[in-house]
């Protein structure tokens, strides 16, 4: 009885503090979008030797032959929309944001009509597999920069960067590995692993990405500070502001 008197407390306007949920999420999501939108459009400071920004990755037209603006805003929108229409972001910032709902069991502002992801913006939510498939193409960039930021002008080497971009192409792989379209993808719709061609390997695999699925959340919020981080760290060092630290 007493779980049960708990559990129709908590989420409920009844003397439950729901919105402590909801700040962290308005400060860390809302924070890094406004950081992330001035670094897309400064356009300076994002390389520095073999280090290159996350969010510049691949750089692309970095004399303005072509193109006048940042060259972070040539290739925003791909690795973008994976994060944003996540299954897991979706939860946060409508709750956050929009208080659509602002917590489980709390009701919604009177009179708002629940219309689903069937209407333009939110209708291109339902394209979310197709920007994880965008993704895994920006993270062959991101493991190549990753890979590239242990090779100096003086030949291989290790640096407090190299460390940051290769912890950052590490978790966000860790993201898209917990990411629930790629579990559906490799499994996840079929009822007869049996019936199917490579239906061991692919039991195999649905199974470790469900495993990681788990902490699809923790995942998300490891990989968006560290991408914010990593971009931060090129940035201070490309300014001038730091020093790079050669650790070999």
Known sequence: ?????????????????????????????????????????????????????????????????????SPALLILAAPLGFPITCYYYRKAYYRA???????????????????????????????????????????SFLWYDAVRSFFFENGFGIGVGSIVLLVNIILLTLYLFSCHSLRHLLGGKLDCFSCVNFGGPRHSSWRGLSAMNEHHMLFAWMSLLSVGFADFYVRLVSSGAIRDLRLL
């Open 1 to 69: 009885m007493a779980a049960l008197g708990q559990a129709h407390v908590e989420g409920t306007p009844q003397g439950d503090a729901w919105w402590i949920q909801v700040i962290p999420v308005i400060v860390g999501l809302g924070g890094f979008g406004v950081y992330a939108t001035f670094r897309a459009f400064e356009g300076a400071y994002f390389q520095w030797g073999p280090y290159l920004s996350p969010f510049y990755s691949p750089l692309i037209d970095v004399h303005h032959h072509y193109w006048p603006f």
């Open 97 to 139: 944001f929009f208080l659509d709902p602002p917590g489980c069991a709390v009701p919604e502002k009177t009179g708002r009509r629940y219309g689903g992801e069937t209407k333009f913006p939110f209708i291109l939510q339902n394209a979310h597999r197709y920007f994880m498939y965008l993704a895994v193409v920006f993270l």
